[in-house]
């Protein structure tokens, strides 16, 4: 694996998130109708599949987080570490948002969403090495993103009958589609480059760029643009 290779790889993953960019949309989120009608374990196997699918391939913007937290310290333990405060973070603010005891507005959350990614993509470009407080910053970031996933799933709908295994399963399809992102990208280049001397050049600075570039286009746009 030389630094040639190492280019090259970097170039496809660019290519690869511009189209992922231009082929989805902002807010992609399925209708799901005659709710009441389904029993507990049809619901449950739904919501945890629309959780998964709210990550993969529709929340291209929560896999740019994900993938933003695993560019700086290529290794599994560092960002599970982290992945973890995120969940713990967004279980609680879902949860909240979903039994109305917050009611959060898609107007602040969105463009905070967007501001997240680009905050943790200019970390990758500034600090050659993780941080403690990265921990910290992750989880306040994962309070916001919960409530970000209860705006989707509002406009899902729950069934009654099965409200809380339906909430529970959605989490469950998140956390599994953000663990699909983390080993993906472990195995597509963290395996092979994380401990190579060119990985922060070639690798995350360049793609830690144009991260900060596509998540401050969606700052603009769902600040000035997305609420009109």
């Known amino acids: 694996?030389?630094?040639?290779?190492?280019?090259?790889?970097?170039?496809?993953?660019?290519?690869?998130?511009l189209f992922f960019l231009i082929s989805q949309p902002l807010l992609a989120h399925e209708e799901v109708g005659e709710l009441e009608k389904m029993s507990k374990t049809d619901a449950a196997i739904l919501y945890l599949q629309l959780g998964?699918?709210?990550?993969?391939?529709l929340g291209f913007?929560?896999?740019?987080?994900?993938?933003?937290?695993?560019?700086?310290?290529?290794?599994?333990?560092p960002?599970?570490?982290?992945?973890?405060?995120?969940?713990v973070?967004?279980?609680?603010?879902?949860?909240?948002?979903m039994f109305?005891?917050?009611?959060?507005?898609?107007?602040?959350?969105?463009?905070?969403?967007?501001?997240s990614i680009m905050y943790v993509a200019l970390e990758n470009i500034f600090s050659p090495t993780l941080k403690k407080s990265r921990i910290g910053i992750v989880f306040l970031f994962g309070l916001v993103h919960g409530m970000g996933f209860a705006n989707a799933l509002g406009s899902l709908g729950l069934p009654q009958n099965s409200y809380l295994t339906s909430l529970i399963m959605f989490?469950?399809?998140?956390e599994l589609g953000q663990l699909a992102v983390i080993l993906s990208a472990f195995f597509l280049f963290g395996k092979w480059f994380g401990n190579k001397p060119y990985y922060r050049k070639a690798i995350v600075i360049p793609l830690s760029v144009l991260i900060t570039i596509i998540a401050g286009?969606?700052?603009?746009?769902?600040?000035?643009f997305l609420m009109v």
């Open 1 to 17: 694996m030389n630094k040639e290779r190492a280019y090259r790889l970097n170039k496809i993953i660019a290519l690869l998130i």
């Open 52 to 57: 998964f699918k709210h990550i993969i391939p």
């Open 61 to 77: 913007d929560h896999i740019l987080f994900v993938l933003s937290l695993f560019l700086l310290s290529p290794k599994l333990k």
């Open 79 to 87: 960002v599970l570490w982290q992945a973890t405060a995120f969940t």
């Open 89 to 97: 973070a967004h279980s609680i603010t879902l949860g909240l948002a």
């Open 100 to 115: 109305k005891v917050i009611t959060p507005s898609p107007a602040i959350i969105e463009p905070i969403i967007a501001l």
């Open 171 to 174: 989490n469950v399809g998140v």
């Open 217 to 224: 286009y969606w700052t603009i746009e769902r600040l000035f």
